[in-house]
């Protein structure tokens, strides 16, 4: 399984495909162990690397992931069968702006088109139960976050970089929240309801 899960991510990153950094899949599959997830909602599947990650070391996980690229969503699916996990991982072709979520999960990931991070959040969060988690990837964005006012000849990276930005405050000033960001991978955020108490396993 280990084998097949390396060939598929070489193959992902020899065809420049964008797949989450090992320490961005460890710091997903560490919080799904502690939050007691069995349910995920994952935008962006690229070609189920990171769906097939976290269903490979959480056995009674399920996961509906959405990819709008037709070839990725292909191959996705051959990559969800080559590791007969068919019955746990519901790969969607679908704009996630027009999926139809009909179902309560446990945890959101949003890794999909970063200037939309907030669109995403505000579709699928009331589709995450009350003691669910929500992590956000790249929040980064290859460190161009970090340097905006360097990109002043590059318009569409610095709209991209702001709206990234405008995402995080809209999520730390609401007070219904709370945040843990992490400098893991590209930049990450975990993002839970204030006020819902739970035994988690340390
Ligand atoms: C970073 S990749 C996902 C990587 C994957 N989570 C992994 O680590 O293996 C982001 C993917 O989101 C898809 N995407 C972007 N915007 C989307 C949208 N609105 N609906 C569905 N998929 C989207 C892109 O086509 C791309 O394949």
Sequence with gaps: ????????????????????SDDSIDYIIANLQKYQCKSI?????????????????????KIITIERDRSRYEEAVRNIEMLEFKHRINAVFTD??????????DALIIDAAKAQNKTFFDRFFP??????IVIVDNLDFHGHNENVGLLTDRRNLRQMVNKIRAFEDYINIRKDLEVERVS??????MIRRI????????
């Design 127 to 132: 589709f995450v139960k009350p003691r669910g």
């Design 41 to 61: 909602l994952e935008v962006g599947t690229a070609v189920g690397f990171s769906a097939l990650s976290f269903a490979c070391s959480i056995t009674d996980l």
């Design 1 to 20: 399984m280990k084998e097949q899960l390396k060939q598929i991510k070489q193959k992902a990153l020899n065809d420049q495909i964008p797949i989450m």
């Design 184 to 189: 893991i991978g590209d930049g990450m955020m």
């Design 195 to 202: 006020g819902h108490s739970f035994n988690f396993i340390e």
């Design 96 to 105: 996630a702006l027009e999926f139809a979520c009909t179902e309560m999960v």
